[in-house]
Each structure stands twice: as structure tokens, then as C-alpha cells.
């Protein structure tokens, strides 16, 4: 997937076309031209156009060709020279289509995208932000030798000697024959060689090495130390392919109810952000990442949760870089029983968390994975869900602690099940209560429901405002004043409560909602940022920056 630094030395791997042909397949009818990555909600005519469209390029390549797509919103099927090449669900992860032995010359790519709420789809639903449509991530074209690095995953280690790498690749193979070949993996300047390593015809191999890794110095927030690591794949002696990747050497552990990194006790001062700018939606530029990490540190923040699924990995790259810890969480928000129920639910929660972690797994920045948000933890069948759920997390990544934002509702059956519990409460914006009291309340639910012994985040908390209204006198509802009479009492109270490890303010900035919300969101916006849309400061910003940078 495109990154902010090379990925291949070897590997041919381009940016796809910039422009395509978009042509809806439902009312309005329409064809245009189109910039890739983007979303049609930014062409007037497709603000609020829920339904089909087919996206048309042409690509020059053959032999074996690998199409990655970063995301696309919400559901793909993927078509090269008008034969279906593979398909996808879910906006927020990554996937590729693999055309082999492919007549050199230009080919026609169509991908059809599809935004339609259906049975089928679980995990996009009417929501508190809005699934946008189209190709919203970017797009690569690869040519592949006949066996290419798939993946690559390097964990940090740390011994009472120093630093270690555990390096592991999978090689893949695209030939009908047998391969052998020479494999090279690297890591902060250390390398172990493995030869004559056997790939069955259309198979795969797995090789791992660990390595010794003297005078490296710690990722921290404060200095964010970044190291390469590669496998370099070579046959006969000549190259065949290579994968690069960054990663930082850092500690996280769960110690009782503190959650250490690298070995300090951790204070969580987040926010939770939505991957969305302005008219862009969900295919935020590169240049608002930037810019919001810069914004979120400069109020003080240490940390970001990726609410509510995995986001554009340049974002990661970006927080590896800048020193912004992650939560990084796969997608799933609110979604009661029946939903939960539906038979499409477990495979696409499961496909979307593997995807997450396999893809982003080497960001040093990721401290903890999320999933599940808000869903029915009160129900036997949900806290069977979210138990599978951290199964497959754990399986699939023991070096971090695992979570999920749960809502604030009595019956929570999960508080045990997780590495750090994690609440979500609106004390004095959906109910009245002092936040210290609702603390205390939830402290005691967690403690009888088995989780009293971890970490507790308030992974949300916040209040509305619409920007640019005042109401300096009565305080009402909306008005910037309100929000920071609120946002204070929330953020000195959870900062300062002994039990909790820090919180994640809900939330950065205003997002736009799904029309079925607008009843309880003006502007059919959630305006509990502290920046609207355009990253414009409410009077919130200034406090945060206070409170961040004094408590
Ligand atoms: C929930 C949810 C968020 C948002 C928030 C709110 O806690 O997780 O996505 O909807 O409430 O604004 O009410």
C-alpha cells in the first residue's frame, strides 16, 4: 500500500491513474471523470447518493499483475478486462487482485462499488458518521516476479541482554512449479540469510529469524526512533523481490491496573478521531494527517483512537514518525443484538480485525487493539462475539493488550475478558451526574463484573458544539461555552481519578452523521469536536491545550 517512504527497491510497484471514469448504476444517472483516491459525496450532484457506480481506468502492464486497493467504501468487485478479478467488503482495509501471466499491453480496470445497506452488510450500517462511496484509498499496480514477499512482520523484543527483531516473512508463490530461492531478512542494520528456502507451486512459506539488535535506541513519544527492516528475496543469485518496512523498539505491558510502555507508567491524554475532512469525507488527504497530529500535539495529546475502524496506513506511518501513540480499533460501531445476529456479522468483524492487524502490525505507534465498540457486551451472544474477537486478536498479536470502548449500560458481561477495560460515558451532556460519581459507579459494575483488576480508560468522553455559536450568558446546549464548562469537570476528573489510565476525548473533530441521525445532530454533524470539520478551533481547543499541558 502506498506509504510515506519506499516500500521496494526491487518490486515494480506504481501509483495507478489519478483519473477514472465514474458511472453511476442507480438514479441520477450520470458520467464524469473523477480523481482516485476520493469520494462521489464531494460531487454535488452525489452529496447524499447512496447506491452503485462503476470506476473505469486504464492500466499498461503484464505478466503477473497485483492490483492493491488501500479501501474502497464500502463494498468492491474488482473486474480487469471485464472478468470479476476479486471483490471486498469494508472501507477501512486493504486488499489486492492478482491477474498471472497477463498479455503485456493496456488493460480496461473496473471496479463497481457499492454503498447499499443490505442484510449483507454488517458493519456499515446507518450510523453516527457517514459511509461514504467510492475508491477512498489509493491504488497500486504491481508487476510480480513469480514468487513475491506477501508479508512481512517484525516484533520487538526486549531481554535483560538488549533488543532483539523476530523477523517473519511469508513468500508466496504465483507458478505452477516448484521454487527455491535465497531469502535476506534485515532489521536496524542486523541480517540473517536463509537459503535454498522451497515454495510449493501456488504456495506459501513462512521464514523467521530472530535477531540481535546492539545499540538501538527505544521508540518514545518524545523520540521516535524509526529502524528499516526487509526480506530481499533472490534466485540464482539474481533478485526477485523485496518488501521494506519501518518499526521502533518499544515495550507495552499490562501490569496490574497500569498499562507500562516501555516499562513507564502509561497516562493516556487522546482523542479519538474520525478519519474524515471536510467535503474529502472519508478520503481525508494526506496533508489534513498532518496537519491533525500536529493540531492533536499541540494541545497536548499523546495519544489518537482510530474510532470506530483501521485507518489509511500513511496515518500510522505519520503517528510511527511524529510520536502519537495509537488505538488503533477494527470497525464496528454500536451495533446492537440483532445485527450482531445477522449471518454476516462474525465473518466480516473477524475479516476486518485480521486485516487490521496483518497489515498494520509493524507501527510501533499501535499500543493497543480495539474492536467491538459499543456493541451488545450485554447479551450472552455479544459477549460470545467480543470473546471470539479477542481470540483471534490474541492469536494474531501477543506482544500488544487488546480492548473494546464499551457503552455505558448495566449487565457489561466482557470486563474480564479484555487486557485494559475501556468505558464510554457522557456524565453531564446525555445525563446529569458529577463525573467523579459516574467514575466511582462504573468502577463498581467493572469490579462485580470481573474486571476490576486492569486498567480502566475512558476511551470517550465530550459534549456538542456547534462552532461559532455563543451563548456566554445562559451556556445553553450547542454553545461553545458549554462545551468547555463540560470538557473541564470531564477531563480534570478522569485525569485525576486514581483508577484510570487516561482518557480519549470524544472527540477531535465534527464528522458528518448518517441522514437517519439528523433528528439528534444539527447540522446532521456530531459537533462534539474541538475543531469542526475544517479543523477550525472552538474556545474547547484552548482548554484542552490547558488542561493536556498542566495536569
Ligand atoms: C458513542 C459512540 C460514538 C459517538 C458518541 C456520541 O459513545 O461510540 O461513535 O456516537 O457516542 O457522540 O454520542
Redesign the pocket.
Known sequence: MPRLFPTHHIRKSDPAPALWTLTTLDAPALTMKTLVPSVWEMIPALHNYRGRAMYETEITCGGNVRICFGGVSFRARVLLDGAELGSHYNAFTAFDAIATGLAYGVHKLQVEVDTRYGEDSALHIPN??YNYGGINRPVLVEQLSDAYVKQLHVTPIHTDDGWQARVEAILCSLSDHDLVCDVRLEAAGMMACVKDVAIAPRGETVVTRLLDCPDVQPWEVEAPVLYDVAAVMEAAGEPVDDLLDRFGFRTVEVKGKDILFNRKKLVIKGFNRHEEYGPFGCAAPVESMVHDILLMKDMGANAVRT??YPNDPRFLDLCDAMGLLVWEESHA??LELPVMQREAFMPQNLACTREMVQQHYNHPAIFIWGCL??CADDTDYGADCYRQTYRLLDALDASRPMTA?L?DRPGGKVFGDSDVVSI?I?PRW?FESSVTDCIDKKRREIIAGGGGDKPLIIS?I?AGAVYGYHDPIGEGKWSEERQCTILREQITAVLSHPDCSGIFI??FADVRVDEEWAMKRPRTF?N?GVVNEYRQPKMAYALVKELFRSL
Open positions: 453516527d458518521y474510532c470506530h460501531r454500536g465498540n459499543e470502548a457503552l464510554n457522557y446525555y470517550e465530550g470524544w472527540q456530531n462534539k
